[in-house]
Nanobody, 114 residues
Framework: QVQLVESGGGLVQPGGSLRLSCSTSRSTFRIYGMGWYRQAPGKQREMVATITSDGIPNYAASVKGRFTISRDNAKNTVYLQMNSLKPEDTAIYYC????????WGQGTQVTVSS
């Protein structure tokens, strides 16, 4: 079972920033495209950003220009830098592969509120 551990969430005011981290025990992490996903209350889980094994990012239109995904293969970790946060970014954030074929972790809660 592949374990994914997300961290870095919290409560932040609109316009603030957070940096999320996701670590895995899987030693072959570097060959996988990875992604960040989020699920708001009453809504389906949606893709936020993905990054290929070569480091090429892709973003949902709603976060483009505000969020940055990156990865550190030496640490088996993928990051999500979130700037200019909005209340509509409030959700539980998860990471997984591009194909979402690993077991989901518990996620990390991000709440944007004044």
């Amino acid at each position: 079972q592949v374990q994914l551990v997300e961290s870095g969430g919290g409560l932040v005011q609109p316009g603030g920033s957070l940096r999320l981290s996701c670590s895995t025990s899987r030693s072959t992490f570097r060959i996988y495209g990875m992604g960040w996903y989020r699920q708001a209350p009453g809504k389906q889980r949606e893709m936020v950003a993905t990054i290929t094994s070569d480091g090429i990012p892709n973003y949902a239109a709603s976060v483009k220009g505000r969020f940055t995904i990156s990865r550190d293969n030496a640490k088996n970790t993928v990051y999500l830098q979130m700037n200019s946060l909005k209340p509509e970014d409030t959700a539980i954030y998860y990471c997984n592969t591009n194909n979402k074929n690993w077991d989901w972790g518990q996620g990390t809660q991000v709440t944007v509120s004044s």
